[in-house]
């Protein structure tokens, strides 16, 4: 085996060592391969670019605004690898700044520490690092490898010594996967660089964004820096997710992440190829080989963390909406929606409960009753969930406010750049300070507040917003101090705002993990796993946390919604590729709110944005204050009846939901995905983002146009059977097809070769989960079809530890429906129904485990066959032509 890895490092070294890749002086570089080697906006000039030692000429045709004047050239002094040598872990190796006499980027560092670690057969990582001077690392919890893989096959890796580059190449294909040849590697105090070339141009993730799925790579910045900010596409927004993953020409696909919180841009280009910059931190790529787009996804979160497992009744309809001016207003919403029979299994309130907006509180006067309410959704199997910001109200009197008090005792608070007081900012409240979560007691700190809100009022999830962290005096209620090189770096990345601290706290403020210019975009993160520890010690249930800022490993801890999105049909339309962008960021708990929040919506538009959002993992009415109530009881009794039919569709869909959110809790696979995770070798499917599926079973293909009455969908090969007008069959060689789509229908497919959970819906997940079960079998051509059903009690948090749950796999073949069961549930979980698709004539008998069912043909050659069986015991249906 040390022979073998032997061979393997001597191979590396020749070739590292063998030849360069320099071109010589020259600017002669295609266009769509130039490097931008003067990102600042302003100012520019050809004398400075010059001075870098950078080529200058100017471009006049079609995206001259886009393609880079000022270019690295091929030869550019970068750095020189030398000292390359193999490690228990991988290689190693030192990085020597070339000499140069041209001006360089202000404090780059001389030497550097390469690292190559071989971490699994299909995840590596490259590690660039000053060796003198202890840098910023993201504080989160990663894989500890101890020692290389003894199975690199999937890969070759070749070092490029003068030059310094690296070249992984897949070796079943020959794809190289990454390439840091496409540009000088800088790396300086303030500014870190490394360009890769791409092997194809289906790039996807980068957010989090608000434009197509597919990532443009005509001259795309994509900005990361946490920021208060409405979704627009030439923003950063709330989030920051430096993950991308490509589908290669082939369907082959891999992934790459950059582990680093500091302010960054990830700029693609025609060529294709991808520019990191960042301003802070060290330079730390995880590469994922995949090959399939869901094991990419798999191998990202087995380093950033498997999403949590959610509450069952975390998967039901939500509903909340800020301008409830009353406890009591509230439950008359609450009371209109059960006697109209409209499934709702959670109630929220925005910050208008609160006393004075003040966190940990509620408005003795207005919201007198909000105890009762809460008492009352709970004896009607229903919860309960409220808004809490971050920021702390400082104005009260002290020992009247104990979340201010508390912090000031513990030292809780981040502190200015002096270090000798809580930064003040102002938020809803007023002037507020913010809790440090990087604070070791800030577990206990927030625990508390949690603690002595719910002892008053039992919540039983949290809805944490504004945790960018947003203030509404950029940088502190004093300004920012502005002479320092955290305020005013050498390079501030393109964010909104033009300045890091706008819409946000100072820089320079200082935490108990350091300061504030590193670790910003981490808070959102940071409180959620706080929140997510609180209710879990505090419940002793599974936590249910939604968060509106979010970071790799949030997926962890909750969810996220995306924000203040607009009542739009375009918005309606985008908010599909948030779904579908969150779950290959690990973060499947993700929906938007349904009809929009800001602006007044429509009946139309809000029953096709209900339908659409029952097909969220997490589904959500929410509004803003000003605008019109959105309810579904706030419409005709018409709508109403669409919304409850597209919510008893998605009550009984929900088992399947939930088994999804089982193998993505186990496996890092996602929940809601794109075409493109399912059929990479599909061109079209590459660049469908209208649509998306449930796992691999279920398509959904909603209404997104005012006035429609179709949908025209597309279809990949196979077959596809109707769910609401069951069995209607869509036999696709990988077409577009018009399907009909009245504004009473949602237009949901299963997809042949799959078997599907449901179950008989209620009003409520309480209610429902009493119902019995019914199986989908959808055949494919070959008449052959499996699938699978996770249940357990849905919110004990130990169920797989304490071997209490069921875990069944369904198979049909050769008219044979057959169950294994892995794993039992202490009560019984019965099946009462299985729908057969595809059935072209009635047959002479069924029989479960050689006994006689019931059995009727229905529309469309669907068999409705009724049983009655525990599912935590092996059966075998067979169906006698």
Known sequence: MFSEKRNMWQTLILIAFGFGFCHGNSCSIDDSERIDCYPETVPFVQENCEKRGCCYKPYEGENADNIPWCYYPSDYPSYQLSQLKQTSQGFSGKLMQMSSTHQRIENEINELDLGLYLETPTRLRIKISDPHNSRYEVPIETPAVKNATMDPTLYSVFFQSSQFGITLKRQSSGNVIFNSSAGPLIFADQFLQLSTFLPSKNIYGLGERHEQALVSTNWKRIVFWNRDQGPDSNANLYGSHPFYMCIEEDGN?????????????????????????????????????????EAVIEQYTMVV??????????????????????????WDIVSKMRAAKIPQDVQWNDIDYMTSKRDFTYDKANFDTLPQMVNDLHNNGQHYVMIIDPGVSNQEATGTYPPYDDGLAMSIFIQDSTGTKPIE????????????????????????????????????????DMNEPSNF???????????????????????????LSARTLCVDSKQYAGVHYNLHSLYGMLEMKATSEALVNIRGQRSFVISRSTFPSAGKYGGHWNGDILSTWEDLQQSIVSVINFNLFGIPLIGADICGFTKNTNEELCIRWMQLGAFYPFMRNHNDILMRPQAPIDFSTDAQNYMRDVLSMRYMLLPHLYTLFYAASVNGTTVARGLFSEFPTDK?????????????????????????????????????????????TIDSSGSWFDVNAPINQTVVHFRGGFVVPGQYPAVNTQKSRMNPLILFVAPDRSGNAAGSLYWDDGISLDSAKESNFLLATFRYSQNTLTSEVAATFKESVKLGTVFLFNVKTKPRDVTLNGVSLQFRMIENNALDIELSVDVNKPFVIKVLP
């Open 253 to 293: 696909a891999h992934g790459v992440f950059l582990l680093n919180s500091n302010a960054m841009e990830a700029e693609l280009q025609p060529a294709p190829a991808l520019t990191w910059r960042t301003i802070g931190g060290i330079l730390d790529f995880y590469v994922f080989l995949g090959p399939t787009p």
């Open 305 to 330: 963390g498997r999403p949590v497992m959610p509450p069952y009744w975390s998967l039901g309809f939500h509903l909340c909406r800020w301008g409830y001016e009353t406890s009591n207003h509230t």
């Open 425 to 464: 900012g102002r938020v809803w409240p007023g002037k507020t300070v913010f809790p440090d979560f990087t604070h070791p007691h800030s577990g206990a700190y927030w625990q508390k507040q949690l603690q002595s809100y719910h002892d008053q009022v039992p919540f039983d999830g949290v809805w944490i």
């Open 473 to 499: 005096a950029d940088g502190s209620t004093a300004g920012c101090h502005g002479n320092s090189t955290l305020d005013n770096p050498p390079y501030v990345p393109d964010v909104t705002g033009a300045k």
């Open 684 to 728: 079209t499917a590459l660049i469908v983002d209208q649509q998306f599926m449930w796992g691999q079973g279920l398509l959904i293909s909603p209404v997104l146009q005012k006035g429609a009455n179709s949908v025209h969908a597309y279809f990949p090969n196979g077959l596809w059977y109707e769910c609401m007008d069951f069995g209607t």
